[in-house]
């Protein structure tokens, strides 16, 4: 993963949240993910990548700001339990990474369709052969992170 | 006009048939991915799609490949996360008319929509 591919993701994760939820975003350094994070991790949006760049991203809230972030979005009060809670974080996710991997230049990578995990203090296990970055966000919604352990395929294969 | 959307995430059914709405569009059915378009495709007779690409079970160029190959011949917009110019050359070879990259606008969506609409009457 190089900085350009971080760059990438707070690019496209400013785009989706000021698009789709009028919402503005600051970012603040990015971390490695074994720091202690910030919050628990009570509600996860996961995209898995393939082709020429692999790994996954996770999008990550405390409820609190799960829910305001999708009133926002939505436009309506969901409960955090019922499926379309869960849709909404998931299709959020998917437009962070889709819009962050079309500015891999010459890179042809797919995304998966998204999984959401919801429940409090739980950990998403990143692959242990790629880099997890973690970049820390405030909004007027609340902190949030996005978490994002990717490795270019090529240097994937040398090291194998 | 009868519209179909054709995308795995309510959510984003919800966002783009809200907008179809305000246009004045009132007939609006929805898929939840490329098989359960084509199985209502015949039935519903759309004059517009909007489909989405990633989607489970038949993903959204399957779709309009499988659509087109059986004669349909409505305008179809894809919508999606899907930016890269190879992806929109893809789609448009496989008898997309138009392209819309999400994250988008309300005005954006309803600009496509009506660029598409227009170049079909013009022809």
């Not at chain 1, 994760?13 to 202690?36: D, E, G, I, R």
């Not at chain 1, 052969?129 to 992170?145: K, R």
């Not at chain 2, 893809?90 to 170049?119: C, H, M």
Request: aromatic share 6%.
């Amino acid at each position: 993963m190089d900085a350009q591919q971080i760059t990438s993701f707070v690019a496209s994760t400013h785009q989706v949240f000021t698009t789709m939820l009028s919402l503005s975003v600051t970012a603040s350094k990015p971390y490695t993910c074994c720091a202690v994070p910030r919050f628990e991790n009570e509600v996860s949006g996961i995209i898995g990548m393939s082709g020429d760049v692999q790994g996954m991203v996770v999008l990550s809230f405390p409820t609190t700001t799960a829910c305001n972030v999708i009133r926002s979005f939505t436009g309506m009060d969901m409960d955090p339990t019922s499926p379309d809670f869960a849709d909404a974080v998931g299709e959020l996710v998917n437009m962070i990474s889709g819009a962050a991997k079309a500015k891999f230049e010459g890179k042809n990578v797919s995304i998966s369709c998204p999984s959401v995990v919801i429940g409090k203090g739980h950990k998403v296990q990143q692959p242990s052969d790629a880099t997890c970055i973690t970049i820390p966000f405030e909004c007027p919604a609340g902190a949030f992170s996005l978490e994002v352990a990717i490795k270019n395929a090529k240097v994937a294969a040398k090291a194998a | 006009m009868k519209v179909m959307l054709v995308d795995d995430s309510k959510t984003m059914r919800t966002i783009q048939r809200n907008i179809l709405l305000q246009l004045g569009y009132k007939e609006i059915e929805e898929a939840c991915d490329g098989q359960d378009a084509l199985s209502k495709v015949s039935a519903f007779a759309p004059e517009l799609l909007l489909v989405d690409w990633n989607m489970p079970n038949m993903d959204g160029i399957t779709f309009v490949r499988t659509y087109r190959a059986q004669g349909g011949r409505a305008p179809i917009v894809m919508v999606t996360t899907e930016a890269e110019k190879t992806r929109v050359v893809e789609a448009i070879k496989a008898g997309v008319n138009n392209y819309v990259v999400k994250p988008f606008t309300p005005d954006s969506l309803s600009q496509r929509i009506g660029e598409t609409l227009s170049r079909l009457k013009a022809a």
